[in-house]
């Protein structure tokens, strides 16, 4: 039988906040698992903050990273979020979503994302990213490799 493709899996993940910002803790988001094009995407932002530099007196590379971690933390949000209930104070929602093909996606750029994302206390972002982590663990700085 050929392959067939399915929707990308998706979860529904709480986020676990501390109480003194989410007395309820009811706040979640949905994160997608990543396609090969968001793969793409992130990998060449990844290579595009990396610079090698020759040093011909040595004959070595030395690798320097141009980018912020926090800023590929949330290029990963913005790629898999695809739905959250995060709401400014007035109860507008943090982040709009629309279908695009088979997905939900955040809708608009990266750069109107980002300027949501960095509106958001740093434990709510930590939170995201663990969700993300959670769902697609390959991006996860901190995982351990298990053999099997």
Do not use: C, H
Request: net charge negative; hydrophobic share 35%; no cysteine.
């Amino acid at each position: 039988m050929p392959f067939k493709l399915r929707v990308a899996t998706e979860q529904e993940v709480p986020l676990n906040l501390p109480t003194d910002i989410d007395p309820e803790q009811n706040s979640y988001v949905r994160v997608r698992q990543a396609t090969a094009g968001d793969n793409a995407e992130r990998d060449a932002d990844i290579e595009g903050q990396i610079e090698r530099v020759y040093n011909p007196d040595r004959a070595t590379f030395s690798v320097r990273t141009l980018g912020s971690a926090m800023r590929l933390r949330a290029k990963e949000a913005y790629l898999t979020l695809s739905g959250t209930n995060l709401q400014f104070e007035d109860g507008r929602p943090l982040f709009a979503f629309q279908r695009t093909g088979e997905q939900m996606r955040f809708a608009g750029t990266f750069e109107e994302f980002l300027t949501r994302w960095n509106l958001l206390p740093q434990p709510v972002a930590d939170a995201i990213s663990r969700a993300v982590y959670q769902v697609n663990p390959e991006w996860d700085p901190n995982r351990t490799f298990v053999r099997s």
